[in-house]
């Protein structure tokens, strides 16, 4: 259980770092060398979202073999899943933190501000915008999958 | 530990609640009729902010006597142990996204953002942007505690 969350989790993050690293869009210009290209680096969110993940998913291949040495030694090994809801939480509180900014920055960008006036950019860089928008739900659903880990450790190391 | 701690993170939340709440500031404009006013709930983002920390405030209010209880009754209550974990793990995440949301937004009033045309406003409403700004030392400090919370948490359950 513990394994195959880890691993969707890791995926989950994983893709959303590439969709939103990968996300570029140029707009055709009428005047030579003046262009419109909107990245992901353009947002220090968006760079933060990037970075974020790439972070989490490195640490979840990394719990990948102690997760594999509790399935081996499930009744022992108590002190190894502490530090690991340990590592667990911090980590979940950095991927939703990267997610919430990044969301709050889709959001801006779909909408705007109208009181602090704040352009909707997405009437432009529709490409673009789509593509950040989707790479969210692989963030948010490395969130409820760290979550469903913590208690399902919590649970654990009660039971051991 | 479990009990100050739960406090401590209550009065932060509500001290960001608060701050968040009430900050407003109203321009000197020399039009009768025409105000510039700057208000927590002119950004969706601050709204939410306010609104996940009165939630997790009164959620940290309503866990106090399970705290208690389980000063009281140390070595027994595994399982209302666990689900507190459940429930901060949950607190946790809805704090850390509402101010994160907040910082986005916070960052870009004082920066802006050149590529997308987002204008710094706290060049006119300034005494707003510092208020705001300093609402979010409350709710990050709250994080802080959460992950304590879960991991003593962790620790107690392995120890009984």
Known sequence: MDLVLRIIAAVGSLG?????????QTLPSFIQFIQFNAQYNDI???????????????????????????????????????????????????????????AAIVYLAHNGNASANWFAYCQQFNSFCERTSWSLIGSFGGIIVFMLLIITSAVAISRR
């Open 16 to 24: 959303s770092a590439v969709a939103m690293g990968t996300a570029e």
């Open 44 to 102: 220090p969110m968006f760079t933060f979202f990037v970075i974020t993940n790439s972070i989490v998913c490195a640490y979840l291949g990394l719990s990948l073999p102690m997760s594999i040495f509790h399935i081996i030694r499930s009744s022992a090994a108590i002190n190894s899943r502490i530090i690991l809801v340990i590592f667990d939480t911090v980590m979940m509180a950095l991927l939703t933190a990267g997610a919430s900014v990044a």
